[in-house]
């Protein structure tokens, strides 16, 4: 009977020490797992509470920079500015990656704010983006070029008045 | 509870002492729905499933506990064991039905239980029932988590009391059941799951743990067979759609009323041609534990469990499956 005991409280001690944690996450994990959850269910259904969802997950995650990426891209496509505050953010946690780089000039572009587009675009050609960014690149520059003609066209003309 | 006590113990070295204690210690009097003290053969299975839980051999843990439910259908700890196995093995309408049936014997599992079973219903594709669960965990993400391990039981026998003790027991008993009645009854739950669990429907029966396709090929003649005295019968397997792989011969109880209407008809009379299937006839077979007692395997909800396997049901079937995530990968 002791040497059952002591066997039985052999293999307690090695489970108690060799924890299984597949299931027992902290609060903080759950807290995550839950609003990926929801999220990934709001997303597949086009609900407005994605937002929200997003920016729980982006408060428990501050740095992850694949998150702000994500949430940049939604409200592109909804057609909210302050996607290119996500992508700065993502940008700013990860300046070498070109999709991030050509994903903030393309918010910057529909922006309308030509110049930082550009920069933007330069970037990500410049981070190994260039067989994707850099004929947006060059009709960027060649725009701005554009832009610049027509304005000193325009102040010619006021001026010759 | 008792268990999950013992577990948060264990995981402190200190406190090793005390679970010796208690897994050694006389059986504790058995409260509310586990009324009757364990059989052997009880105690063999559930101490196989411990250490098959223990050595993270989810497989055998399961079909372990799954026999154990079989023997003791309202027990909690052994729902409570399958939860927690398939947790591990990530197989989602197990862990769904687990919960489920400890809801429905203490519905206020569900607060604990919110996070995993919004899980479970996330990966079974239930979004409906899974956003409400997933925002109530929300609230409730700070409780203990599940089991790390599972206590074995002790092979020790009940210790009988005398007359005069037991009479004593026994009103201790039913006071505390009157009292907890009374409890149930001051509290306001919600009873949809409760009543889910038990309605005739596929959208039930499809977290049986084994569904399949066979066909009929005869029965067990017997001067006995009765409304409540069902034949055994023979079925061959032709696809298993979910669940483990079975013998292709399948003995079935063959059962002639459901469990929610076991009244006999006026005049009904046992007749061959009349009660029991054409030979090589098709039939949709939901079993809800596939382990067979006495040589049987019983089919969900009696005679609800068979089903014919015609285009109609199958499509309902087979659409189930595919919404929920369950069918078999190789059928």
């Known amino acids: ?161 | 509870m008792k268990d999950r006590t013992i577990a948060n113990f264990a995981l402190s070295g200190v406190s090793v002492f005390v679970v010796t204690a208690l897994t050694f210690g006389p059986n504790p009097l058995p409260a509310s729905a586990e009324d009757q003290p364990d059989t052997v053969t009880l105690v063999i299975h559930a101490n196989k499933a411990a250490d098959a839980y223990n050595q993270q051999q989810w497989a055998q843990a399961k079909d372990e506990f799954r026999f154990c439910i079989g023997q003791r259908p309202a027990s909690m700890e052994y729902y409570e064991g399958l939860y927690n196995t398939c947790m591990k093995s990530g197989e989602w309408d197990q862990v769904a039905y687990a919960l489920e049936k400890m809801f429905a014997i203490d519905p206020s599992q569900k607060v604990a239980h919110a996070y995993e079973y919004g899980q479970a219903l996330f990966h079974l594709n239930r979004f409906d029932d899974a956003i409400p669960m997933l925002k109530n965990a929300l609230r409730s993400v700070d409780l203990p988590d599940a089991l790390t391990y599972i206590p074995k039981k002790h092979v020790m026998p009940v210790t009988t009391l005398d007359p005069e003790q037991a009479k004593l027991e026994a009103a201790r008993v039913e006071a505390a059941k009157v009292a907890a009645a009374k409890l149930a009854a001051e509290k306001v739950y919600k009873h949809t799951d409760l009543d889910m669990t038990t309605a005739l429907s596929y959208q039930n029966a499809i977290k049986s743990e084994c569904i399949l396709l066979a066909e009929y090929q005869g029965y067990d003649k017997s001067p006995d067979i009765g409304w409540n005295h069902p034949p055994q019968a023979h079925y061959y397997i032709t696809e298993i759609l979910k669940g483990p792989p079975l013998n292709k011969h399948m003995p079935v109880k063959y059962e002639f009323h459901d469990v929610i209407n076991p009244t006999m008809p006026k005049g009904w009379k046992f007749d061959e041609k009349k009660c029991m299937p054409e030979k090589d006839s098709k039939w949709i077979m939901f079993i809800e534990f596939a382990v067979p007692k006495r040589g049987m395997f019983e089919m969900y909800q009696g005679s609800y469990g068979i089903q014919p396997a015609n285009d109609d049901n199958l499509n309902k079937l087979y659409a189930l499956l595919d919404k929920y995530n369950m069918r078999n990968t190789h059928s």
Do not use: W
Request: aromatic share 10%; with cysteine; proline share 2%.
């Open chain 1, 1 to 161: 009977m002791k040497a059952r005991s002591l066997a039985i409280l052999g293999a307690l001690l090695v489970n108690a020490c060799g924890v299984n944690a597949a299931h027992a996450d902290t609060p903080a994990t759950k807290k995550e797992m839950i609003h990926t959850m929801l999220l990934q269910i709001y997303e597949q259904r086009g609900s407005k509470e994605v937002a929200p969802e997003y920016l729980a997950l982006i408060a428990l995650r501050p740095t992850d920079d694949k998150l702000h990426f994500r949430y940049g891209l939604y409200l592109e496509k909804a057609g909210d500015d302050r996607a290119v505050t996500q992508y700065k953010a993502a940008v700013n946690l990860a300046p070498a990656n070109a999709d991030y780089q050509g994903a903030l000039g393309n918010a910057y572009y529909r922006a309308r704010n030509y110049t930082a587009a550009a920069g933007a675009y330069k970037r990500a050609v410049e981070c190994g983006g260039g067989a994707k960014y850099s004929a947006l690149y060059q009709s960027m520059l060649q725009y701005l070029q554009q832009a610049r003609d027509y304005a000193k066209y325009q102040k010619q003309l006021k001026d010759a008045e």
